[in-house]
């Protein structure tokens, strides 16, 4: 009898029991059928969620039908950001909800943002400041939803070894501000991921590990920056059998194009319309692999932005075989037995290119019934 599931302790007793207590076989038989069955029996499928990433909270009809059929039950909102400028800190961008309908019977994660230089050079005390105009913030916006509680807060900052140790201590920070029963959960990175002792692990009860940004968008010459199995790979292997924390996933569903001028990046511009690039006397085409280059010709506007003529410019996108190479090396990583599936994010013009069947087919192809 495999012993490998009974409590410490336990091990080594079970096939005495079965031995010396031969008249009740069948008992005996029926509780190492259940042992063994809860030693086999496999995590549930993913649970899908959906990232909001908008300042303004509205859901479309469009998005509310999508969030039912994919059985969406939680929603990651990002209520505010925090960044420095000027040497002068400050969150900002708080969410502004114009639009609750469709968020019945789902669960709201609160997301905050913080530029990972709000973190260089801050003293002590400022942290503790920080932390509680944070709180201070979450609250604020939370009070534009009803009931004004929420079960977890999750901190999406890029931390490096220099910013490591004020990150942490603003995690510790925040926690003692907030109600006493609140998870805190922090986005992971890949090399995050597969060095944490070099790296550290946030003082916080999960991660969201995010299974994309595996390129250098600073490189011009580089192909999709968003994702590229083998870029990857390269973090998935050798990495430990197990991350310190109960680890969720998020895989990407948006588009950029990302503006080179001078040889370096000038502008990310968020989800470009498919049909801008037609106009052959603007742009020349040069697609090129899982992405589309285009040299500006004649100076002119795209996203809001304003290009000149001589800049380089390049699509990035996941199409449905990227997504699908993505879930096949997520198979690999020790996710949560109660692990959500995190798309990013939500938008109408989105959401129309990845139907809800598919990304459900995602959380089955990780996680297999």
């Known amino acids: 009898m495999n012993t490998d599931?009974?409590?410490?302790?336990?091990?080594?007793?079970?096939?005495?029991?079965w031995k010396k207590n031969a008249a009740p076989r069948r008992l005996g038989g029926f509780l190492f059928c259940l042992a063994l069955f809860s030693c086999t029996q496999k995590p549930p499928v993913l649970q899908p969620a959906v990232y909001h990433w908008e300042t303004q909270l509205a859901l479309s009809n469009f998005e509310k039908v999508h969030l039912d059929s994919l059985q969406c039950r939680y929603l990651y909102v990002k209520f505010l950001d925090i960044a420095r400028e000027d040497d002068a800190i400050q969150p900002y961008a708080?969410?502004?909800?114009?639009?609750?309908t469709?968020?019945?019977g789902r669960t709201l994660i609160p997301c905050v943002f913080i530029t990972n230089n709000v973190f260089q050079d801050i003293s002590e005390s400022k942290i503790d400041w920080l932390a509680q105009k944070t709180a201070q913030a979450l609250q604020s916006v939370g009070g534009q939803f009803a009931p004004n509680q929420f079960f977890e807060i999750q901190f999406d900052c890029d931390w490096?070894?220099?910013?490591?140790?004020?990150?942490?201590?603003?995690?510790?920070?925040?926690?003692s501000r907030l109600p006493a029963n609140t998870q805190l959960s922090a986005t992971i990175r890949l090399h995050q991921y597969k060095f944490p002792g070099q790296t550290g692990v946030p003082p916080v009860d999960r991660g969201m590990l995010m299974l994309y940004n595996?390129?250098?968008?600073?490189?011009?010459e580089a192909e999709n920056s968003i994702f590229q199995p083998a870029d990857a790979q390269k973090y998935i292997h050798g990495a430990a059998a197990t991350y310190p924390l109960p680890l969720d996933l998020a895989l990407p569903l948006f588009s950029w194009a990302l503006?080179?001028?001078?040889?370096?990046?000038?502008?990310?511009?968020?989800?470009?319309?498919?049909?801008?690039?037609?106009?052959?006397t603007l742009y020349t085409p040069f697609p090129t692999g899982q992405d589309s280059r285009y040299l500006i010709r004649q100076a002119g506007y795209l996203g809001g932005q304003y290009l000149r003529a001589g800049d380089y410019l390049?699509?990035?996108?996941?199409?449905?075989?990227?997504?699908?190479?993505?879930?096949?090396?997520?198979?690999?990583?020790?996710?949560?037995?109660?692990?959500?599936?995190?798309?990013?994010?939500?938008?109408?013009?989105?959401?129309r290119r990845y139907p809800a069947r598919f990304?459900?087919?995602?959380?089955?192809?990780?996680?297999?019934e």
């Open 160 to 175: 490096t070894a220099s910013t490591r140790a004020a990150f942490f201590l603003f995690l510790k920070k925040i926690r």
């Open 314 to 351: 390049r699509v990035e996108r996941m199409d449905t075989a990227l997504l699908r190479q993505a879930a096949l090396q997520a198979r690999k990583i020790d996710l949560a037995d109660d692990a959500r599936l995190a798309f990013f994010h939500l938008d109408s013009a989105i959401v």
């Open 94 to 100: 708080l969410l502004e909800v114009l639009d609750s």
């Open 214 to 220: 595996t390129g250098d968008i600073d490189d011009p």
């Open 5 to 17: 599931c009974l409590p410490p302790g336990r091990r080594g007793t079970a096939f005495f029991f």
């Open 259 to 280: 503006v080179y001028r001078d040889g370096s990046l000038w502008k990310i511009i968020p989800e470009p319309a498919p049909g801008a690039f037609r106009d052959t």
């Open 359 to 368: 990304l459900r087919e995602l959380c089955e192809t990780i996680r297999p």
């Open 102 to 104: 469709g968020l019945d």
